[in-house]
Structure formats: structure tokens, C-alpha cells
């Protein structure tokens, strides 16, 4: 198993751009949600969601959308880049096992740059 | 707003000696999570204690919960250099939504 797959690894925008963070799990897990992580800080949740066509808001979600079409895929949309977006991006995911919330399994994460 | 609130901020250690981190939280939780990080990677799990559980132990690791002092402890035995990271305790309320706090830094050195 790959686990939980991010892309890309780094980028660069401009002020105003939009791009979206792809985020991707070949656990089968239900939930999947996106963090930020800014410098000194821990993660702050942006968005999640508890299965396909289901989304919720986080904690931050001020200038970011999710949709969840499938199981594996959570892509993070941008939809007009700010220089308060600088961060790393991570993506996560996690199962229901016998009712219970379990440990959440993490991406490497995405490093955003706005300019 | 960060729930848990890890003390110390950092931890500076020798290998071999033990390293105590503490996280408080404010409001009731269905399970409270470890997490280390590594500089510039990703989060890796550590323990899992649910909220009916007082006592947990993972290798090295030993995790207490205290649900009516809203805290929580991490301790690591026998520290090692690799053992180098940002540790950080999350909070779950619920649909596995993490509320994280901002975490110690513990250095050991060799």
C-alpha cells in the first residue's frame, strides 16, 4: 500500500492564482481531512469528510473548497491565492474500526509559497 | 483554536534519560492522540488512549490520561538520539477531526 499520496510536494503561486492540492488514500478509509501548518504551530484543520460526496468545514476554511467524489481522492482547491495561505498543506486519513475513531495516517505534505 | 496545549515548549535531554511532555485540553474528547514529527516531514503516530482508558504503553512509550484534569502525559524512556522531533498531542471530538496543540520540541543528544 502507498498509503496517503500528496501532490505536488512544493509549489510556488502567485497572489490570486488558484490551483488545487491533490490527496489521495488506497486504505479505504471513510475519513480523510486537510490540515495547514504554519511555522511554530501545530495542524489547524481546514476541511474533512466522512465519505464520498460528504464534506464538512474545519477550524480555517476561509478561502479553500474540498469535494470527495470517490473514497480515495480529497482534493484542496485554492480558489484565489493569498500570501496568508503560505504553509504546508498535509492531508490525512483515518477509519471507523468496530465504531471506535482511530489514529489518523498522514501525508508528507505539501509546501506552498505565495507570492 | 488549539485545544492542546503541550508543555514544555522544549525539552533538551541526554540519551539515555527519560523526557516527560504534558498536554492540557479544554472540552470533552473521544480519544487523544501523540504524534511525532520529524523537521520538514510528515506527522507519524505514536499511542492512541481513549477517554475510558487512564494508562497506555507502546514500546517506550507510556501515555496517561486524565479525563477530569483534562490532561494528558507522554513519556518517553530511555531516550535516544533518534528520538530528535516535535511531539504533539491531538485531540479527537469526533468524525476523526483532530485538534492539535503546538507542540515540544525535544532534543537528545548523544
Known amino acids: 500500500n502507498a498509503g496517503v499520496t500528496q501532490t505536488p510536494k512544493f509549489q510556488v503561486l502567485k497572489t490570486g492564482q488558484s490551483m488545487t492540492l491533490q490527496c489521495a488514500q488506497d486504505m479505504n478509509h471513510e475519513y480523510m481531512s486537510w490540515y495547514r501548518q504554519d511555522p511554530g504551530m501545530g495542524l489547524r484543520l481546514i476541511h474533512y469528510?466522512?465519505?464520498?460526496?460528504?464534506?464538512d468545514q474545519g477550524e480555517v476554511p476561509n478561502g479553500y473548497n474540498v469535494s470527495r467524489s470517490t473514497t480515495e481522492d480529497f482534493p484542496l482547491r485554492l480558489l484565489s491565492a493569498a500570501p496568508s495561505q503560505t504553509s504546508v498543506y498535509f492531508c490525512?486519513?483515518?477509519?471507523?474500526?468496530?465504531?471506535?475513531?482511530?489514529?489518523?495516517?498522514f501525508g508528507p505534505g505539501t509546501r506552498l509559497t505565495v507570492l | 483554536s488549539q485545544q492542546g496545549e503541550e508543555d514544555p515548549q522544549a525539552l533538551s535531554i541526554q540519551e539515555g534519560e527519560n523526557a516527560t511532555m504534558n498536554c492540557s485540553y479544554k472540552?470533552?474528547?473521544?480519544?487523544l492522540q501523540w504524534y511525532r514529527q520529524n523537521s520538514g516531514r510528515g506527522l507519524v503516530h505514536l499511542i492512541l488512549?481513549?477517554?475510558?482508558?487512564r494508562e497506555k504503553h507502546s514500546g517506550r512509550l507510556r501515555v496517561t490520561l486524565d479525563t477530569s484534569k483534562k490532561s494528558s502525559s507522554l513519556l518517553i524512556t530511555a531516550s535516544r538520539a533518534a528520538d530528535t522531533a516535535s511531539y504533539f498531542c491531538a485531540t479527537d471530538k469526533g468524525y476523526s477531526t483532530l485538534t492539535f496543540g503546538k507542540g515540544t520540541m525535544l532534543l537528545v543528544s548523544p
Open positions: 488512549i481513549r477517554s475510558n482508558e
Open positions: 469528510s466522512v465519505g464520498a460526496g460528504i464534506t
Open positions: 472540552t470533552s474528547i473521544n480519544n
Open positions: 490525512a486519513s483515518s477509519s471507523t474500526l468496530a465504531g471506535a475513531y482511530n489514529e489518523q495516517f
